[in-house]
């Protein structure tokens, strides 16, 4: 399971969802909590790429 961020790019609304993989694999298409269309596009959160101007600390592989 992991949490992916998407946006509704009919009413721009984020939202966040539960997925698991199988769920993920299979093309999940999920439904707008607010206009419940179904044009959710996936958010790219770049957790892991915030240490980028910070060099050293918290900097643990
Ligand atoms: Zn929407």
Same mark, same amino acid.
């Given at each position: 399971?992991?949490?992916?961020?998407y946006?509704?790019?009919?009413?721009? @609304?984020?939202?966040?969802?539960?997925?698991?993989?199988?769920e993920?694999? /299979?093309?999940? @298409?999920p439904?707008?909590? /607010?206009? @419940?269309?179904r @044009?959710?596009?996936?958010r790219?959160?770049?957790?892991?790429?915030?240490? /980028?101007?910070?060099?050293?600390?918290?900097?643990?592989?």
């Amino acid at each position: 399971m992991a949490i992916y961020e998407y946006v509704c790019s009919a009413c721009r @609304k984020p939202f966040e969802l539960t997925v698991s993989m199988a769920e993920y694999a /299979r093309g999940l @298409k999920p439904a707008c909590p /607010r206009c @419940k269309a179904r @044009k959710a596009i996936r958010r790219f959160t770049s957790v892991n790429v915030k240490t /980028r101007s910070k060099t050293g600390s918290g900097w643990s592989g």
